[in-house]
């Protein structure tokens, strides 16, 4: 059996040793190469569908935030429109 070492010549490059050695193909570790790249490959699809799955949660925060933000929005405006009204009234009320 040859040793992996570092580096590799054009005639036995680094991949190939480790695929290959004197007495012929290393299935195991091709096996396991094989099994490292499916297992990525599965990691790799799998976080990209969490990643751009939908979060209702969030969504549903979100939306009760914004109703609020509208509801808050709303609020204002009939109290400014009711200090405005109570405004003239006092100035039509109070004697000159």
């Known amino acids: 059996m040859s040793e992996i070492?570092?580096?590799g010549?054009?005639?036995a490059p680094i991949f190939m040793r480790l695929v290959r050695d004197d007495d012929g193909v290393k299935w195991v570790n091709v096996v396991i190469m094989l099994?490292?790249?499916i297992l990525s490959g599965y990691l790799a699809a799998q976080?990209?569908?969490k990643g751009s799955s939908i979060d209702f949660n969030t969504q549903l925060k979100?939306?009760?935030a914004k109703a609020g933000e509208g509801l808050g929005n709303e609020i204002t405006k009939?109290?400014?429109a009711i200090s405005i009204a109570s405004?003239?009234?006092y100035?039509?009320?109070r004697p000159v």
């Open 5 to 7: 070492t570092p580096g």
């Open 9 to 11: 010549s054009k005639e």
């Open 35 to 37: 099994g490292l790249t």
């Open 47 to 49: 976080s990209q569908r």
């Open 62 to 64: 979100m939306r009760v």
């Open 78 to 80: 009939l109290g400014i």
């Open 87 to 89: 405004s003239r009234a």
């Open 91 to 93: 100035d039509r009320a």
